[in-house]
C-alpha cells in the first residue's frame, strides 16, 4: 500500500471523525451549549486518537510480491515465513515482517566492478591471484547466486552477502594456486570454474548463510604485464598453429591409410595364393616322383630306360633317333633320312 493511498484513508477517517463531532457538538447545543474552549479540547483528544487507531489498522496488513518471502517475527522470535500474497498480523512492536527476495538471482563480481562490460574497472586487490608455478595473472569473475533460506539469510549471520564474497575468493585463489599459468591463460578455464563452484558449495554447507550458488564464469584472465599478454598470446598462437598442423595430419592420415592398408592387404592375399599354388605345386611333385618311384622299383631297368630316352628328348629336340635292335645288325646307308622321306610322307614318319 503507498503513501498516497494511507494519505486518503486517514482523511476519510478524519472527515468521519469530524462529522461525529459535528453531530456531537448539535446535541450539547440542543441540550446545553458547552463552552467553547471544552469543545476545542474534545476535538484535539479524539482526532489523533482515530489517526492512530487507523494507522494501527493500515499496518496489520502487508503485501508480499512474487519475488519474495516474509519472515514474521512476533517478540523478536521467528514464528512463520510467509508467501506471496496479502497477510495480516499484530501492530508493531508485537509483530514485524522482513520481506527477503529468494526468487531473484543475483550477481557477485569479484575482481572487476561496473554494471556492464563497457564500464567495468579492474579491482586489483581482487583480481591479483598466484599459480602453482609461482606466476602472477589477473583473474575477472562472478557469481550468481540466490536466498535459499530466508531465516538463515536473515539471522544465521551479520552480513551473508559478503561472507559470500570473501569465500569465493578463498576457493578461487585456492584452486588456481594449485594449477599451472598456461592452463588458467588457456585450456582449463572451465575445469577451473567447476573447481571453483564446487569448493564454494562445500564451504557454505559448512557456514550455513541460507544462499545457493547458481554459476561460476570467468570473464578474463590475462598476466599483470603488455609484455606477458604479448607472449602468451604468441603462445596461444602456436598452440592454434600446432592444433591445425595436427588435424591436417590427422585428415592426410585418415585419407591415404585405408588406400595403403588395401594395397597391403591385395599383397598379403597374393602372397598367400602364391604360397599355396607353390605348395600345391611341390606336393604334386612329391606325389609325381613317389609314384615314378613305386614303377621303378618294380621295374628298373625298364625306367631306367624310359627316363633315359626322356632326358635325350628334352636335351636333343627335334632328332630322330634309329635303333637297331636286330641281331645280326643291318648296312647302315647314309643319308638314311632320304631314304624314309617318300615313306614319311605317304604313311607317315616310322
Known amino acids: 500500500m503507498g503513501i498516497k493511498d494511507l494519505l486518503e484513508k486517514l482523511l476519510n477517517l478524519k472527515s468521519r471523525a469530524n462529522g461525529f463531532n459535528d453531530q456531537f457538538t448539535d446535541y450539547q447545543d440542543l441540550s446545553e451549549k458547552p463552552p467553547k474552549k471544552k469543545r476545542n479540547l474534545k476535538s484535539l483528544i479524539i482526532l489523533p486518537l482515530l489517526i492512530l487507531i487507523g494507522a494501527l489498522i493500515l499496518s496489520c496488513q502487508y503485501t508480499v510480491e512474487e519475488t519474495e518471502q516474509a519472515v514474521v517475527t512476533t517478540l523478536g522470535k521467528v514464528t512463520s515465513v510467509e508467501t506471496a500474497g496479502l497477510h ?187 604360397k599355396e599354388s607353390k605348395i600345391n605345386e611341390a606336393k604334386g611333385d612329391v606325389a609325381k616322383f613317389n609314384a615314378m618311384y613305386t614303377e621303378y622299383a618294380k621295374n628298373k631297368d625298364i625306367t631306367r630306360t624310359r627316363m633315359y630316352l626322356e632326358v635325350i628328348e628334352q636335351i636333343l629336340p627335334g632328332v630322330t633317333v634309329y635303333i637297331d635292335s636286330s641281331e645280326g645288325g643291318v648296312q647302315k646307308l647314309l643319308p638314311l633320312r632320304g631314304f624314309t622321306e617318300s615313306g614319311v610322307t605317304q604313311g607317315g614318319e616310322n
Open 88 to 274: 495480516f498480523k499484530l501492530p508493531y512492536p508485537i509483530q514485524n515482517v522482513t520481506k527477503v527476495e529468494v526468487n531473484r538471482t543475483q550477481k557477485l563480481q569479484i575482481g572487476y566492478s561496473g554494471s556492464n562490460e563497457q564500464n567495468n574497472s579492474a579491482v586489483a586487490a581482487e583480481a591479483k591471484m598466484i599459480t602453482g608455478d609461482f606466476n602472477i595473472v589477473n583473474i575477472d569473475f562472478f557469481i550468481e547466486w540466490k536466498i535459499s533460506d530466508p531465516v538463515k539469510f536473515l539471522y544465521h549471520s551479520d552480513n551473508p552477502s559478503q561472507i559470500l564474497k570473501m569465500i569465493s575468493q578463498s576457493s578461487a585463489r585456492s584452486i588456481i594456486g594449485s594449477k599451472n599459468v598456461d592452463g588458467v591463460l588457456t585450456t582449463e578455464k572451465s575445469i577451473i570454474q567447476s573447481e571453483i563452484k564446487e569448493k564454494i558449495i562445500n564451504k557454505l554447507e559448512h557456514y550455513d548463510l541460507g544462499v545457493q550458488v547458481l554459476d561460476v564464469k570467468i570473464q578474463d584472465s590475462e598476466p599483470p604485464t603488455s609484455d606477458v599478454i604479448r607472449a602468451f598470446k604468441e603462445v596461444e598462437t602456436a598452440k592454434q598453429e600446432k592444433e591445425t598442423r595436427i588435424n591436417e595430419a590427422l585428415a592426410y592420415k585418415n585419407k591415404t591409410l585405408p588406400a595403403a592398408e588395401s594395397q597391403a592387404d591385395k599383397l598379403v592375399r597374393e602372397a598367400e595364393s602364391y
